[in-house]
């Protein structure tokens, strides 16, 4: 027989074992919510867009891209600052990415020597800078005419791909639609490639984030390389001017700004 005493800890000992039963069994018939996934918001470019003038024969060195210049040197556009009043570019030493390169940052004005040869930063856009050769055999060598106007590939095209002659320019312009017209480049591998040299292509969409990456390659050399761009924000390829009037997850569409 059992006292009283005893009846009452056999109760309350039973009791709390089923409690404990029960509230295993309830956080065992479930996982734990999961968070919606969320989506990173790319900075927005603060401006101002462009500071500085760009001369007609400047060198046009495109956001993310490189550049070869005479002489066997080369230069990066390798990043980008703004903050509402001024603009600075950070430069990158060869026209493709290399390990150990020197870097710059860079505004109008500032001078740089690329492989012994001297420029002048001219203009700082969120798209470009452009650079001016400070020695005249400098300027006559990017402005030479090519042999031809039909790309090659590879390293060939380099009178194609990195010149300031304006036949050539032209050339390219031409292979666009015309001044308010638009340009779709399809976001599911396709590639729009100029009779010139340059090859288009986009790198991803994110609908969600609204932005999208932009990419052209030239004689081997990826020569812009446009992240995180929104509608209305501007890009250049082959010296003509767009402003990105649309992205889906099937193509980014540019209207052309420029002649």
Excluded at 95 to 101: E, L, P, T
Excluded at 183 to 197: H, I, M, W
Excluded at 198 to 222: H, K, M
Excluded at 247 to 254: G, Y
Aim: aromatic share 6%; proline share 5%; hydrophobic share 35%.
């Amino acid at each position: 027989m059992f006292s009283p005493a005893s009846r009452h800890g056999i109760a309350a000992a039973a009791l709390a074992l089923w409690t404990l039963t029960a509230c295993g069994s309830s956080s065992g018939g479930g996982d734990d919510p999961t968070s919606a996934p969320t989506t990173t918001q790319a900075a927005k470019d603060k401006g101002p867009q462009c500071v500085g003038e760009a001369p007609a024969d400047g060198v046009h060195v495109l956001r993310g891209g490189g550049f070869r210049l005479p002489g066997g040197g080369g230069v990066q556009y390798a990043a980008a600052s703004a903050d509402g009043t001024s603009r600075t570019a950070t430069l990158r030493d060869g026209a493709g990415y290399g390990s150990g390169q020197r870097q710059w940052t860079v505004k109008p004005g500032s001078g740089i020597t690329l492989s012994g040869h001297a420029y002048t930063v001219r203009q700082v856009c969120s798209y470009r800078v452009v650079l001016e050769p400070e020695d005249a055999k400098d300027k006559a060598a990017l402005a030479v005419a090519p042999e031809s106007m039909e790309f090659a590939g590879g390293a060939a095209d380099n009178t194609l791909c990195f010149t300031t002659n304006r036949a050539v320019q032209a050339a390219a312009a031409k292979s666009f639609p015309a001044k308010g017209q638009t340009l779709s480049l399809l976001a599911n591998g396709g590639v729009k490639q100029l009779p010139t040299g340059p090859s288009l292509t986009v790198s991803y969409v994110d609908t969600a984030a609204g932005t999208a990456g932009l990419g052209a390659n030239c004689a081997g050399i990826p020569v812009a390389q446009y992240k995180d761009i929104r509608v209305g924000d501007t890009v250049e390829f082959a010296g003509v001017l767009f402003k990105v009037s649309g992205l889906t997850e099937q193509a980014v569409r540019l209207t052309r700004t420029s002649e």
